[in-house]
Nanobody, 134 residues
């Protein structure tokens, strides 16, 4: 499975961006998927996840500004970001659970690489940079 992100860029505070993540296999879309970000010198953190049943969980600071969605027909996961703030700056990564349809509390995990049970592979994209200037 491969995940390829796009849509990052540089915007001023208050601006908007939409990130896209295309999965190489359609079966990926029936698994838990999510967006994570990493700022320089900081740990990777969850931004939003979406389960197979459409359930979503957001990081508190982005709730109401960001929307995660997916289009199964296009094998694509999206993250619509509105009212961007400088603290949203970072590299954004798309991720997919190898087998789990439900995300549980993956968004809040301090170790998103190993959140799922041992032996469950998590696939990560290469990331796309988002820079928000004040």
């Amino acid at each position: 499975v491969q995940l390829v992100e796009s849509g990052g860029g540089s915007v001023q505070a208050g601006g908007s961006l939409r990130l896209s993540c295309v999965a190489s296999e359609y079966t990926t879309m029936s698994r838990c998927m999510g967006w994570f970000r990493q700022a320089p010198g900081k740990e990777r953190e969850g931004v939003a996840t979406i389960s197979n049943d459409g359930g979503t969980i957001y990081k508190g600071s982005v709730r109401g500004r960001f929307t995660i969605s997916k289009d199964n027909a296009k094998n694509t996961l999206y993250l619509q970001m509105e009212s961007l703030k400088p603290e949203d700056t970072g590299k954004y990564y798309c991720a997919a659970s190898g087998t789990f349809p439900s995300c549980g509390t993956w968004t809040y995990s301090r170790d998103p690489y190993n959140y799922f049970s041992r032996g469950t592979q998590v696939t990560w994209g290469q990331g796309t940079q988002v820079t928000v200037s004040s």
